[in-house]
T-cell receptor
Framework: AQSVAQPEDQVNVAEGNPLTVKCTYSVSGNPYLFWYVQYPNRGLQFLLK??????LVKGSYGFEAEFNKSQTSFHLKKPSALVSDSALYFCAVRPFSFYGNNRLAFGKGNQVVVIP | DTAVSQTPKYLVTQMGNDKSIKCEQN?????MYWYKQDSKKFLKIMFSYNNKELIINETVPNRFSPKSPDKAHLNLHINSLELGDSAVYFC?????????????????????FGPGTRLTVT
């Protein structure tokens, strides 16, 4: 079964500094990888995904993520964090499957706090 | 122009009651989901329907029964509510990830989430 690890509970970063949220995954075969963001009292919003192709994926709000197959990682990055980026970030994975369903396994989430 | 909507947003009820949460999407998606997010923010899938057909049914008490009258709606009915049912319930939708015989095969579509329903059982 697929799984995701987000090792840090909280990531603190000063405004304007680079932001990295870590994610490693375990899945049989090739993975489909996703990042979502959840603002307080809101639903999850899709940020970006990796399906195939370039390992560096660009998404919404200036975020990007790099797929590293050898390290089974998909870390989320932003070059310059904003206070408004403070939120809960979820990494998710599902395996490639010709016949199947879109069952995603979510990580436990990382709280990002951007300090003004 | 709400994409995925849920009603109600808040639901406070007593143990033993029966309640329903409604979900509607206007994105034209074929697949819909119910997730439960607990107090520690863990997100767990409960059910998934593709074009009104149940395709994911996780280990959920049978007090929970999803109903999909059409592919734009997926409602969640909960019987005999318990304290442990208190959580935030999210509905989501997406295009189907695969289609037999090719076509959409090998694609994986992102899921779009509703705003959530905070259920409190007292």
């Amino acid at each position: 079964a697929q799984s995701v690890a987000q090792p840090e509970d909280q990531v603190n970063v000063a405004e304007g500094n680079p932001l990295t949220v870590k994610c490693t995954y375990s899945v049989s075969g090739n993975p489909y990888l996703f990042w979502y963001v959840q603002y307080p009292n809101r639903g999850l919003q899709f940020l970006l995904k990796y399906i195939t192709g370039d390992n560096l994926v660009k998404g919404s709000y200036g975020f990007e993520a790099e797929f590293n197959k050898s390290q089974t990682s998909f870390h989320l990055k932003k070059p310059s964090a904003l206070v408004s980026d403070s939120a809960l970030y979820f990494c998710a994975v599902r395996p490639f499957s010709f016949y199947g369903n879109n069952r995603l396994a979510f990580g436990k989430g990382n709280q990002v706090v951007v300090i003004p | 122009d709400t994409a995925v909507s849920q009603t109600p947003k808040y639901l406070v009820t007593q143990m033993g009651n029966d309640k329903s949460i409604k979900c509607e999407q206007n994105l034209g998606h074929d697949t819909m989901y119910w997730y439960k997010q607990d107090s520690k923010k863990f997100l767990k899938i409960m059910f998934s329907y593709n074009n009104k057909e149940l395709i994911i049914n996780e280990t959920v008490p049978n007090r929970f029964s999803p109903k999909s009258p059409d592919k734009a709606h997926l409602n969640l009915h909960i019987n005999s509510l318990e304290l442990g049912d208190s959580a935030v319930y999210f509905c989501a939708s997406s295009q189907p990830s695969t289609q037999k015989g090719g076509g959409l095969a090998n694609r994986s579509y992102e899921q779009y989430f509703g705003p959530g329903t905070r259920l409190t059982v007292t």
